[in-house]
């Protein structure tokens, strides 16, 4: 069901690579509610060709993008501009990546040209992203930005690896560009913390289909999907969150918050 809560406001996500992605899934949601965008991934990422479907059926340019380069960002605020005819209401960073892991590096042995680049795709990326709007003064006052994270920023999950330090820092980044940007612009700055959810990104990490089990029956609620995390960004980039800024926002069914539920004690019984 639709509510028309984006009617008018306009925006960039990033990270849409295929139907099953967050950003995918937030693009869909956002056009029901009457929101237009520009879609920008890595340009590598546009092989693949599936976002053109996505394009077509959002009624939205794309606009590649490598968010590391700020040569490239600054051509894609300023195009995204011209063509939604105006500055920006919204913008999702849905970007993460770990070279360490995808090379199957563990923690302990990290190559660190592997975890800068990963680093500067998870977490750099962001501030790259923001400082480019705000030095081109690209968004409107009580705009709404929103990143993607996970949980291991705060407890350990040890195949997470340096993907864990990359989330802290971008929630980090978060907390510290929501207080300028709240205190210039009224705009409004935070990271979602998802449940595991089955996208290219999230089953990179190993042993991913045990885990996501795993946290569906540590979750009262059960996992967040990716459709519904698209719905928690959609009241985020309303006006019915305007004074939620800086914030780590929980949407892991209960999970962050529960030590044990009884379906997990029932499998330690005799
Ligand atoms: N899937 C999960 O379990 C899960 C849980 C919590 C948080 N997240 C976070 O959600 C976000 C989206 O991931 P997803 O799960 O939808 O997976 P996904 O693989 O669909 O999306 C990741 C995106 O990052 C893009 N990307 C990589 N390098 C880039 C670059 N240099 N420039 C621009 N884009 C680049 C990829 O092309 C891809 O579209 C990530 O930040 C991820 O860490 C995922």
């Not at 479907?53 to 340019?61: D, F, I, M, Q, W």
């Not at 090379?103 to 800068?116: L, R």
Request: proline share 2%.
């Amino acid at each position: 069901m639709a509510y028309n809560l984006l009617k008018g406001k306009r925006g960039i996500i990033f990270g849409a690579l295929d139907e099953n992605s967050i950003a995918w899934k937030t693009a869909e949601q956002v056009h029901a509610e009457g929101g237009s965008f520009v879609l920008t991934n890595a340009p590598i990422a546009m092989r693949m060709g599936q976002i053109n479907e996505l394009a077509n059926k959002t009624n939205s340019e794309i606009i590649p993008a490598d968010a590391t380069n700020l040569e490239d960002l600054e051509n894609l605020i300023s195009k995204s501009m011209e063509i939604l005819g105006g500055k920006l209401d919204f913008v999702l960073h849905s970007i993460g990546m770990s070279v360490n892991v995808r090379k199957g590096k563990a923690y302990t042995d990290q190559n660190y040209s592997f975890t800068h680049e990963g680093w500067d795709v998870s977490a750099g990326s962001f501030h790259k992203v923001m400082q480019v709007i705000y030095q081109k003064d690209a968004m409107n006052e009580w705009g709404s930005i929103v990143a993607l994270t996970y949980m291991a920023a705060q407890r350990v999950f040890p195949d997470y690896n340096d993907m864990a330090d990359n989330k802290s820092y971008l929630e980090s980044i978060a907390r510290s560009f929501g207080y300028h940007y709240g205190i210039a612009k009224k705009v409004r700055v935070n990271t979602i913390s998802q449940s595991p959810t089955m996208t290219t990104a999230g089953s990179g990490v190993k042993g991913f289909n045990e885990f996501i089990n795993y946290s569906e029956e540590m979750s009262p609620l059960g996992n967040a999907s990716a459709l519904a995390c698209a719905d928690y960004c959609i009241s985020l980039f309303s006006d019915l969150t305007k004074y939620v800024t800086m914030q780590n926002l929980f949407h892991d069914g209960g999970f962050s918050n529960t030590g044990v539920t009884q379906s997990v004690i029932e499998k330690f019984s005799d």
